[in-house]
């Protein structure tokens, strides 16, 4: 470890939103001492530079002033994380499943179930290289599923995600579990082909918007946006403080979502509720009312759209009979028609942007293309580009490193420390298989599908295939190694996947992870990994909106228990392999990369692109080095003001050039797909998906479910959290002192169904159900009923018609992909029915599911499983 410099902080990032690469961090200080870690608080930049190197920006506009400030806007997500350091929810040592035999039986179908024993780290080491050796033999090196590159903390040469693909890709290689183009499914799959924008799809030039609305703006839409939570996963407050300045400004800010979300709560000036994954039929009234009116754009169509014609024909009416009329809306979405009317002349006479952190259900439901494209097309009926009318983003700053997706004034630098990561590599293997697809293709081998599916490809790969797993003469998946062991409470049809863990082709689960949660207790080998506290490694903080930074951070403590970091437990398993000699020959010295971890991180300053002037032991001394603002920035032009002014000089990335209303490339490529057809539109049911509230299914589950990313979790992480736990907000509290996640539901329906604050539900339909603690509340529209994503599970009974007390609505989500041909997920806005039950019943029925060595203020603990050796 090295030295602390006595009552000296030490500097980290933490973000838990990155793909598990060292960005999207906020930068914290920590207080250890005596090997303990005393608290974490805000940083200050300026604690080694002065306002003059930052070269301080600040927005000035009708008379007021807005400024970054030089001490992070850290969030709760990261004051909170020694709770999760020091959780009793962290896996001790290395154990083994008790009922799983290399040797003998394995007994697949019980896993979930089983207890564990401790292991040594020499015996856990060895059992996986023996299983890796006897898989490659028997059925090739792409029986083995990696699961990697989910969130993570952020993390460089200690990577959270994906140590073990850089290993395998040394000695035969693996098949990936490729995350598909996810949180922003619809855009990717759906706005691509209207306006370009690779590789996200949503709005990629975000120079200046903030600027111009500061000045411009009358009004942003927060349509499907909460930034009082979702910044907080990946930075800090920063976009909270953008919404007072807006206030401050006189910027309108109008809410469209099913629920009041704690954005809308504090900031908004108008909210106008909307049924889940409804919103397609929302933006198509409002468009009949721009066309019907003639408030919209003619003369910017003609020259920078193709195609309005024929969009112009569909909302009409002209094709299906039935033209978009605001009363036609009112049935589907639940917004009275006179608000749609009001919605859409307001906006026809100001100049409106719309804001979003990603979107919501809209964006990752049922045909998610649909409500994404409409957007767009609505933002073109208004001429988008002009003064105050963009689109943009309130978290993801820099993701990925694209200097130009940041509203707020950019630095000179964006550091990137791509170099020196030591974990996932995409698109290595020719052998992967979509995320959203993993149940199927090991259950019921081959699964086919379009596109590489990897975040981040142009518009063209989705017209690429189709893909086959497994490829042509290879087997089917008989290992899983994960180091995200979350599939179960991520993505969509959780219930299945606990079929899929324990199907008979699986013969072993390896998980290498930090806490005994989700997917880890399907292992029949676990490794305890680490987190960043314990390792030393760099980082940088380039999501928070304040300033990009770099930074060496210190070990804090030492390993907790007997974990060690990801890379370090893949390393136990190389240096087991090569004993095999072969492919597995020199392995460790190979997957280390020739350097050791002190060298990496020297190697990761060096190629950030810091300025060749600071010494790396100035970097270390200082612990960091923040990249001052462009002398520039105020000269960049602002949003799509460029393809406003000149659609020809500065075209988007559609075959056109321009926006296209009706796509050419789609009806060429997927003729016969009537999910996502050329032109945008209001797709009700049809054979991937009938999770609408007036079909058949509707009658019998009644609500649309509203799962949205959790104000005090990111996703799977930080369920286990004392401080948040105790909050009210957070759990509800049932008859049996077990902490319920909520389950919000409007009075009316409540009165219906005869449920009260308090109560524990279950949230139900043909694939399973979930428990949920009742609370009654006007902040959710009737008709929907709201549930967070990601508590953990603690399931009652497991696989498909299963039951969660712990809430993990992600079980019961659809199993279907976006669409035909769109593999993403489908895990908010669909149908679910909601009943009353008695827990002292449940309990008499499954007594050991209730008997599990659980503390509210943690949940199940780790000891919940382990039989032997604790
Ligand atoms: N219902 C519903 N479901 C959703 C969504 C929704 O809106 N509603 N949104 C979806 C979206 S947008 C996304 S991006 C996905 C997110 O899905 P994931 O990225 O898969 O979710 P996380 O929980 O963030 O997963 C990270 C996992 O990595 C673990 N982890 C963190 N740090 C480390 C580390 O250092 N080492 C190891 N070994 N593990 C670590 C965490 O404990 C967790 O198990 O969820 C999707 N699922
Ligand atoms: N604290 C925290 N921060 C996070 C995460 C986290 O898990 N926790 N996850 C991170 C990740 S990976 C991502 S992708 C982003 C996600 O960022 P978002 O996609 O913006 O997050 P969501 O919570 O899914 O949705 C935002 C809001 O949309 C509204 N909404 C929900 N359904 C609908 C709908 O059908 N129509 C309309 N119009 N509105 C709807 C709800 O009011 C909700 O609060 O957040 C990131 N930040
Ligand atoms: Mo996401």
Known sequence: MTDNVKGTPIVKGLGFNSFGIGTNACTVDIDEENDKILRIRPFHFDEHYTPEDLNAWKIEARGKTFEPGFKTLISPLSLCY??????????PYPLKRVDWDPNGERHPET????????????????LVADEIKR????????SVLCEYDGHGETKIVHASHGCMVKMLELCGGFTSQARNPDSWEGWYWGAKHVWGMDPLGQQSLQNNIIKDISENGDAVLFWGCDVETTPLGWGGYMASRLCYWFTELGVKQIHISPDVNYTNAVHADKWIPVLPNTDAALQLAIAYTWIKEGTYDQAYLDTHAVGFENFKYYVMGGEDGVPKTPKWAEAICGVPSYTIKALARYWASHAVSIGHCNGGSYIRSTFSHEPARLEVALLGMQGVGKPGANQFKFIEWTLFGMPTVTPLPPSTKIPNLGAAYRGWVHGSQPSFIPKTMIPEAIMNPPVQ????????LPREDQFTGPFQFPLEGKERIHMVWSDTPCWETCWNGGFHMQDALRHESIECVVVQHPWMENDTMFADIILPSNTKFETEDIGTDSDSGQWNVVFYERQAIKPVGESKSDKEVVAEVAKKLEQFGGPYENLLDRYLGGKTDDEWIEFGFETCGVPEELTFEEFKEKQYYPFPTRE???ELPAGLSQFYEDPEGHPLKTPSGKLEYYSTTLAQNFPDDNERGPIPRWVATSPSHQERQATERGRKFPFLLVSNHPHFRVHAQHDDVTWFREMEECKVTGPDGYKYEPLWIHPVDAGKLGLETGDVAKIYNERGAVLGGVRVTERIMPGAVYQDHGSRCDTIKLGEHGLDRGGANNLIAPTATTSKNTVGEVTSGFLVNVEKVDVFQLAEEYPEAFNRDYEPDCGLVATARIVEGA
Do not use: F, L
Request: charged share 30%.
């Open 111 to 126: 896993r979930g179930t089983s207890g564990y024993v401790r292991i040594s780290w020499d015996e856990a080491a060895q």
């Open 632 to 634: 520039d920035w105020k």
């Open 135 to 142: 898989v490659h033999d028997e059925y090739g090196p792409e």
């Open 449 to 456: 599908w379009y596109g590489h599916v990897s975040a981040g």
């Open 82 to 91: 020694k709770k999760r350091v020091y959780s009793k929810n962290r896996i």
